[in-house]
């Protein structure tokens, strides 16, 4: 066990910190609704998954609520922070993602393969989310998604 | 593929590779969105407190139109501008304004291929014209000038506050704003104002809501908002709108709508029990007083009647003028906590903002003579009190915003009205018997919003002009109970992905930013040399954000914004901050450092100058004299407290009269500063079309 080097947060970070929760802090009381808590952690460049922000807003929520407190996000947060739990995900890693489902190698994705993977696999798309993405993504000519050209378009730099 | 399959199948058919795979996929997605949703979130924020800001330049303008009233001398040149700018104001008779209007001799040629009206107005005509617009037709003047002299017959008839009922059977539908989901049943709509500034075809949503009231009086209630007003109208685009949509008869319409505008009824009220109306209340709101005022007529008596102030009055100016703003102060309002955004109204540095100014204004004011009232209005006035009081109580009602703490306090984000407290919506709520606000006003993303216990409702449509969040409209049934049905915003986003509407949005957001961070150059320099004390000509991060802040006045996530606003920067996290403005500059290489600021203070203000320009130019010609100009801009520098030299003006009015020939094109002055803006901009927008999403329209 031993001590990681930067316990306190440099300024900088924590006015980063503050104000993506200020973001959220629509009552100018310090806190914000538990609901808000994956778009704080994207915008900050984190990708937590669903059972991820679950997790942590279990942790943080003031007694059930549906509110968290700055006093008890910040310590939360720093932690995430020092111990890097939500990387961000490479274009790299995202294509070999693709890749792995598209088995034939074709270079494309059918919309209803897409479809059977996001809503049947691992923290399933609803409804709504499928036909966004569907939208977002599907070629308009040949109604292929061709995730080689959608990824680098969609890729957010990490703010952090 | 998987179709009918069961689900040990896919168990057996997905590897583990698979699943990890699907699940990095709906991660990261799921990240893209929310990121998505906070940009949207920051375009929404950025518009909203420009437009308050608008909003507030607005006020100001009012309160600079009521000081020129209040502050020239009877034998300055300045007397005949300023009864020009208010010649506007005259109220004629009746029949004189018929004259006006009359639209009988205006031909509609064989070649209109636009939908023709006749009058008393069908059903089918109404839904005809709805029809036509969709097919992107414009009504002849002729036409549009009937239906808005029937429209104003009609609601001069109409009382300052609408009273309807539910029977056993009907709903009522309040929409914030215009939606055509006409059904050809009779079921009541109230529309709550703002039917105009919201987009480009504002005139025939206008002709469509007056349409559908002339046929159904009965089943169509309006209530005014605070863009019905033709000086707002001025700032927001209306005007320009109309103007060029009816080159010929626009001025006329816009006269016409003027009138309309201050006939609409202020409230509605269903059942006894539900009021409805655009902004909010006050602590003084009083629907009995309201019930009875002048509706159309009380703008320009509160302006007549300031100038009636005897000469104790006048001293007194600077503080009447608070009272517009700022409540009696009730028990209890003043032991209330900090308040993080809201000042405390009764701080003197905060009272001196409101206050136009204490000292003597250099124009050598005396008091005027009371002759000088035949140059203004002619209608006799009431006590001078009754009328600043039911001039406030319709700004409150148009203007006032909820706020969750208690008490009553001045709106200093939007500069007129109130914000009020849950204490005050009870005790009004009590003293009137009724049980329900609806209210609009506010641009609610999700399209609504309840506060005070429920007992106040926002209910907002999606803005075309942004045309991202959602919109939604409240039902109300004989039980009284409201409930809320939200949808989507136009077809327009549908078309579009999230990424392309946000992207769209978001740039058009940030190029206003832009343009005001500029126009602040002078202001920001001097606070970034602050922090910059070995004169590197280079700030932190934090410290750009930071100032900028507080230089700006704009309640935005700055740092946040930082990546968008800032292209240039070093690598040890700083910030070049003349390369900065480099990148936001407009004027190029000017280096007289006079001429700059003069320059630059008359594009921070050019929607102000633009708003007066046009009410100078009172036949609405498009031209005004350079004598007016030189006057105006005189004038407006006294009130801004900047200092210009006649010199400075008369060159810069030489310089605008290209052809000189004495007059100056209104548009063209303007456009001088978007032409030159253009030029960069377009070069700052391909730059960040390589740094963005890379999508074309």
């Known amino acids: 066990f031993c001590l990681p080097e930067a316990i306190v947060l440099n300024t900088k970070v924590l006015k980063k910190l503050k104000g993506a929760f200020q973001a959220f802090d629509t009552k100018s009381d310090n ?77 494309y994705l059918e919309p209803e393969e897409l479809t059977d993977y996001m809503t049947k696999e691992g923290e399933p798309f609803t409804q709504e989310e499928m036909d966004e993405m569907l939208t977002a993504f599907t070629d308009e000519e040949n109604k292929h998604i061709y995730y080689k050209d959608v990824i680098p378009h969609l890729t957010l730099e990490r703010k952090m | 593929m998987g179709c009918g399959v069961t689900k040990s199948n896919h168990l057996h058919k997905h590897t583990t590779s698979t699943i990890r795979a699907a699940i990095l996929i709906q991660r990261w997605y799921r990240q893209y969105v929310a990121r998505t949703e906070m940009r949207r979130r920051y375009t929404w924020n950025i518009f909203q407190s420009i437009e308050y800001s608008g909003e507030q330049a607005q006020i100001k303008l009012y309160n600079f139109l009521g000081y020129l009233m209040d502050n020239f001398t009877p034998s300055s040149n300045e007397r005949n501008l300023i009864s020009h700018i208010f010649r506007e104001n005259e109220v004629c008779r009746d029949a004189e304004w018929e004259r006006f209007f009359c639209y009988k001799n205006i031909e509609v040629p064989e070649i209109y291929s636009g939908p023709h009206l006749t009058f008393p107005l069908t059903v089918e005509e109404a839904v005809g014209l709805v029809e036509a ?17 029937e429209t104003w017959k009609l609601l001069r008839m109409l009382p300052n506050i609408n009273r309807i009922s539910t029977c056993h059977s009907k709903e009522i539908t309040i929409c914030g704003m215009i939606k055509i989901f006409f059904d050809s049943g009779e079921k009541p709509y109230v529309f709550n104002g703002d039917f105009v500034d919201r987009g480009r075809d504002s005139i025939e949503i206008l002709l469509i809501l007056f349409a559908f009231l002339l046929v159904y009086p009965s089943d169509v209630y309006l209530n005014r908002g605070n863009h019905e007003d033709h000086i707002v109208n001025l700032r927001y685009g ?51 007083v309201l019930a009875r005022v002048d509706r159309h007529i009380v703008r320009n008596q509160h302006v007549m009647n300031l100038r009636r102030r005897d000469t104790t009055a006048w001293r007194e100016y600077p503080l ?22 809201i000042p405390n109204p009764w701080e003197p540095d905060i009272a001196s903002k409101i206050l136009s100014r204490r000292e003597e204004p250099t ?155 500029f126009a602040h150059k002078s202001d920001l320099l001097c606070a970034f040399r602050k922090f910059d004390s070995e004169n590197k000509g280079l700030v932190s991060l934090n410290d750009w954000a930071s100032t900028v802040e507080s230089v700006m006045h704009l309640d935005l996530p700055w740092r946040m914004l930082r990546s968008q606003l800032v292209t240039c920067k070093n690598s040890e996290g700083t910030i070049d901050y003349y390369e900065w403005f480099n990148e936001l500059a407009i004027t190029g290489s000017k280096t007289d450092v006079r001429t700059h ?101």
């Open chain 1, 31 to 107: 806190t914000v609704d538990i609901k808000e808590i994956g778009t704080i952690f994207y915008s900050l460049g984190f990708f937590p998954t669903q059972a991820d922000l679950q997790t942590f807003t279990s942790e943080v929520e003031d007694e059930r609520s549906g509110y968290i407190h700055w006093d008890r996000f910040l310590p939360a947060m720093t932690k995430v922070l020092l111990e890097d739990k939500f990387p961000p995900i490479s274009d790299e890693l995202l294509l070999q993602a693709f890749e792995v489902l598209d088995k034939e190698k074709r270079g």
């Open chain 2, 133 to 149: 617009f969709r097919n992107k037709k414009q009504l002849h003047s002729r036409y549009v000038l009937q239906l808005l002299l």
């Open chain 2, 238 to 288: 209306f005007t320009k709108e109309v103007l060029n949509k009816y080159k010929m008869h626009g001025k006329r319409i816009l006269k016409l709508l003027q009138k309309i505008f201050s006939w609409l009824p202020l409230a509605t009220v269903i059942d006894q029990k539900v009021l409805v109306l655009h902004g909010g209340i006050s602590d003084s709101t009083d629907l009995g």
């Open chain 2, 320 to 341: 009447t003028r608070t009272q517009m703003w700022t409540p009696q102060p009730s028990a209890g309002s003043s032991s209330v906590g900090p308040l993080s955004r």
């Open chain 2, 363 to 517: 124009l050598n004011a005396q008091i005027n003579k009371p002759e000088q009232d035949s140059l203004f209005l002619s209608t006799d006035s009431g006590s001078s009190d009754t009328t600043v009081d039911e001039w406030k109580q319709i700004l409150d009602l148009l203007w006032s915003d909820p706020m969750t703490q208690d008490g009553c306090i001045p709106n200093e984000v939007r500069g007129g009205g109130c914000y009020w407290g849950p204490d005050v919506t009870e005790d009004f709520l009590n003293r009137h018997n009724l049980q329900l606000i609806i209210r609009s006003h506010e641009c609610k993303q999700e399209g609504y919003e309840f506060c005070h216990n429920r007992k106040v409702t926002s209910v907002f449509p999606s803005s075309s002009m942004t045309g991202f969040n959602r919109g939604a409209y409240v039902k109300l049934g004989p039980d009284l109970v409201p409930y809320l049905i939200q949808y989507q915003a136009s077809s327009m986003t549908r078309e579009l992905t999230v990424r392309q509407s946000v992207g769209r949005t978001e740039r058009s957001a940030l190029r206003v930013l832009r343009e005001q961070l």
């Open chain 2, 597 to 697: 600021r003069l320059l630059e203070t008359l594009y921070r203000h050019r929607s102000t100058l633009e708003t007066i320009f046009r009410i100078v130019d009172t036949d609405n010609s498009g031209f005004i004299s350079i004598q007016d100009f030189r006057q105006t801009w005189k004038l407006l520098s006294v009130y801004l407290k900047m200092e210009i030299t006649d010199e400075a003006i008369s060159d810069l009015a030489v310089t605008i009269d290209s052809n000189h020939d004495g007059s100056i094109d209104i548009d063209e002055f303007m456009e001088a500063f978007r032409l030159t803006d253009k030029k960069s901009r377009k070069k700052r927008m391909e730059g960040m079309e390589i740094k963005c999403t890379g999508t074309s329209y």
